[in-house]
C-alpha cells in the first residue's frame, strides 16, 4: 500500500512540474514578441504581461504547501525569495522605462529583457527542485 502511495506521490509531481515548466515554456515562448521594434507603449504591455505570467508561476509555486502535507519533498523556499525580490526590482524598472524619454527606454528595455530572461531561468531550476 504505501508503495502505491509513493507511486501516486511521484506521478503526482512529475505531473505537477510538467504543468508548471508548461506555463514557463509559453510565457518563454512570448517573450520572443517581446520587443523594443514594435514601439515603447506596446513594448511596456509586452513586459507588464510578462511579468504578470511569471508572477502568476511563482504564486503557483508558493501555493504547495499542501504537497508537502502529502510527502513531497522540496526546498525552494530560498529561491522563491531571491526570485520575488529579482521580480520586484523588474517591476520597478518598467516603470523606469514608461517614464523615461528619447532612446533611454530601449536601453532600460534590454536590461529588463534581459532580467525577465533570468527569472525565467531561475523559475525553472526551482521547478525541476520538487520532487
Known amino acids: 500500500m ?20 508548461d506555463k514557463l515554456s509559453v510565457t518563454a515562448g512570448e517573450a520572443e514578441t517581446c520587443r523594443p521594434d514594435h514601439g515603447k507603449e506596446n513594448y511596456t504591455q509586452s513586459l507588464e504581461k510578462r511579468l504578470s505570467d511569471l508572477g502568476s508561476i511563482l504564486k503557483d509555486i508558493a501555493e504547495t504547501g499542501n504537497l508537502r502535507e502529502r510527502g513531497f519533498e522540496f526546498e525552494i523556499d530560498e529561491d522563491m525569495k531571491v526570485l520575488r525580490d529579482r521580480l520586484h526590482a523588474v517591476k520597478k524598472g518598467v516603470e523606469q522605462l514608461k517614464t523615461s524619454g528619447g532612446d533611454a527606454w530601449q536601453e532600460l528595455g534590454k536590461g529588463v529583457s534581459g532580467a525577465l530572461d533570468e527569472i525565467t531561468a531561475g523559475i525553472k531550476a526551482a521547478v525541476k527542485k520538487i520532487k
Open 2 to 21: 504505501e508503495k502505491i502511495e509513493k507511486t501516486d506521490r511521484i506521478t503526482q509531481g512529475m505531473a505537477y512540474r510538467q504543468h508548471l515548466l
